[in-house]
């Protein structure tokens, strides 16, 4: 891979031009973004070499990594099969759902372009190119939703993701769009809902949320991400979402129940399972 267009260069994008740049000192980081600051940014910090347009920059590259929120992503995809593209290219995504961005990859994979789905399941509440780190996604799982990229292409990629230290692990992607409903996305709006929530319920109590100790910051910290890239994921993702929301409403409700009835043994009951699972967690 000689050159490598990463395309959205917030905090996914920029962590893997850094990665990249330290993976291989050799290749060429193209970048594009609207954003002149994060552009400016990460060239004056040589985390990519150049800035230039999408139409420009994607039929010179060798890998195209695209990083934008996921409606970006799939109309990226939709525009990279009327482009005149290298022959090897490599095309991939960090997109946190699957099944809309390998649809709209259909057309390219007819065209024997290379395409696979991508998908770090590690990142921040924080957004935006200076926020990027080369260690962020240590440790993570990285979804691949297998396309049409050869055995030979899937090593080179792994090979410039390599600092990253990630664990690579491969989906389907109804599968992942599922898993991710529950572990990522609903966790999301449980977060948002709480905050607002309480927030509406304290709008004339002079304390107020400045009464919240490290319980409520804890239980809502994703909630301080940025609303464009997850009112993006919310409408990529959502039957599987909807269907989680009722799951959790339902233990809810029965949450609801054992505290208005009073019912001690239930409401033990729920705290010691979820005390177990979440100190498996640390494990
Ligand atoms: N934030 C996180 O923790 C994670 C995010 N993701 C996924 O990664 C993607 C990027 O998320 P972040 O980096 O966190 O968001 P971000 O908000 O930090 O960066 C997104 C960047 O895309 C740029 N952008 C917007 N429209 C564009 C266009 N037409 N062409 C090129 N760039 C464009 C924005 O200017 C911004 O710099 C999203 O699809 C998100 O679902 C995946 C894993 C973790
Ligand atoms: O902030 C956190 O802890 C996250 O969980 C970040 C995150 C956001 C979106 C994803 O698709 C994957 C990871």
Redesign the pocket.
């Known amino acids: 891979m000689k050159t490598i267009v990463v395309?959205?260069?917030?905090?996914?994008?920029?962590s893997i031009a850094r990665i990249m740049r330290q993976a291989d000192q050799t290749v060429e980081i193209i970048g594009?973004?609207?954003?002149d600051g994060?552009a400016q940014f990460l060239l004056t910090k040589h985390i990519i070499d150049r800035r230039l347009s999408?139409s420009k920059a994607a039929p010179m590259a060798d890998l195209i990594v695209l990083?934008?929120?996921?409606s970006?992503?799939v109309?990226?995809i939709r525009e990279l099969s009327t482009m005149p593209l290298k022959d090897h290219v490599l095309i991939t995504?960090?997109?946190?759902?699957k099944v809309e961005i390998m649809t709209a990859a259909k057309p390219l994979i007819a065209n024997q372009i290379a395409f696979v789905g991508g998908?770090?399941?590690?990142?921040?509440?924080?957004?935006?190119?200076q926020?990027g780190r080369p260690d962020l996604f240590a440790g993570a799982i990285y979804f691949l939703v297998s396309g049409s990229q050869t055995n030979a292409q899937l090593i080179e990629f792994k090979r410039l993701m390599a600092p990253a230290k990630v664990r690579w692990l491969e989906i389907g992607a109804s599968e992942h769009d599922k898993l991710v409903s529950e572990v990522s996305h609903v966790p999301h709006v449980v977060a948002t809902t709480l905050v607002n929530t309480i927030a509406e319920s304290l709008a004339h109590n002079p304390v107020g949320l400045k009464a919240a100790a490290g319980g409520f910051k804890d239980t809502t910290r994703i909630a301080a991400?940025?609303p464009?890239?997850w009112t993006?994921?919310m409408l990529s993702n959502r039957d599987a979402i909807t269907e989680e929301i009722d799951d959790f409403k339902d233990q809810l409700t029965q949450l609801q129940t054992a505290i208005r009835n009073g019912d001690e043994q239930t409401i033990f009951q729920t705290f010691t399972k979820a005390k177990k699972i979440r100190e498996s967690l640390d494990n």
């Open positions: 395309s959205g260069l917030g905090l996914i994008g920029s594009c973004d609207p954003d994060t999408f990083a934008g929120p996921v970006v992503i109309n990226q995504d960090v997109g946190s759902s998908h770090p399941m590690a990142g921040s509440h924080q957004s935006g190119g926020a991400s940025d464009t890239m993006a994921i």
